[in-house]
């Protein structure tokens, strides 16, 4: 195996991370989870 920078790898991981929650943010939103969230703005009426 070839030596890598430790740099790479921590790269790696925050890509990983970012893609993650990135995922899961679209999901929350647009997927089935997103029948359960409210609008506050509805909730106040003026």
């Known amino acids: 195996m070839s030596e890598t920078s430790p740099a790479i790898s921590v790269a790696i991981t925050v890509l990983v991370a970012l893609l993650a929650l990135t995922g899961f943010g679209v ?5 089935p989870p997103s029948k359960q969230l409210t609008d506050p703005f509805d909730d106040h009426d003026d």
């Not at 999901?27 to 997927?31: E, H």
Request: proline share 0%.
């Open 27 to 31: 999901y929350t939103a647009f997927g």
